[in-house]
T-cell receptor
């Protein structure tokens, strides 16, 4: 199993640009999550999904959108990038008590 | 979810046991204690969790006090690769939909 994969690993955006962060898991987990981590801080939940077609907001959803058309994929969309969205983004999935995290996407907005 | 308090940093000599404390004085009866760690620039990694009994797996041991208001994660023989930020998280168990709330964690530095 590849586990949780994320692409791209790094990205630099200009203010106002849009992009989609990709996340995929091959463990057949129903639950998937998106977190962001600012420098020196803990992770904060952006959005989560309990299954295909079902998503909900987390602690810091503003400026982001998600979709969940399949069990495997959970993309995160930034529509109008802002400097405040400079962060490392982690995707995770879970079936029971344990969350499995991807390697992260480091995003810089200039 | 109950809040947790951890020391911001700790040092440990390589080969010695690392004991990482966590206070969770407002923990509820149905809340579990989870430990994750994050090695530099990587995604967090699950270590162990427990409700009230002590737990042990191939990575670590978890000691929970009888009143459940505090716990200690023990890495029995710390190696340089155990250098990481360790997060103690309290949340209701048995439901994958319950989100993890990460605080500041403890930055463990294992030294040669």
């Amino acid at each position: 199993n590849a586990g949780v994969t994320q692409t791209p690993k790094f990205r630099i955006l200009k203010i106002g640009q849009s992009m989609t962060l990709q996340c995929a898991q091959d463990m057949n987990h129903n639950y998937m999550y998106w977190y962001r981590q600012d420098p020196g801080m803990g992770l904060k939940l952006i959005y989560y999904s309990v299954g295909a077609g079902i998503t909900d907001k987390g602690e810091v959803p503003n400026g982001y959108n998600v979709s969940r058309s399949t069990t495997e994929d959970f993309p995160l969309r930034l529509e109008l990038a802002a400097p405040s969205q400079t962060s490392v983004y982690f995707c995770a999935s879970s079936k029971a008590d344990t969350q499995y995290f991807g390697p992260g996407t480091r995003l810089t907005v200039l | 979810d109950a809040k947790t308090t951890q020391p911001p940093s700790m040092d440990c000599a390589e080969g010695r046991a690392a004991n990482l404390p966590c206070n969770h004085s407002t923990i509820s009866g149905n809340e579990y204690v989870y430990w994750y760690r994050q090695i530099h620039s990587q995604g967090p990694q699950y270590i162990i969790h427990g409700l009230k009994n002590n737990e042990t797996n191939e990575m670590a041991s978890l000691i929970i006090t009888e009143d459940r208001k505090s716990s200690t994660l023990i890495l029995p023989h710390a190696t340089l690769r155990d250098t990481a930020v360790y997060y103690c998280i309290v949340r209701v168990g048995g439901n994958a939909g319950n989100m993890l709330t990460f605080g500041g964690g403890t930055r463990l530095m294992v030294k040669p």
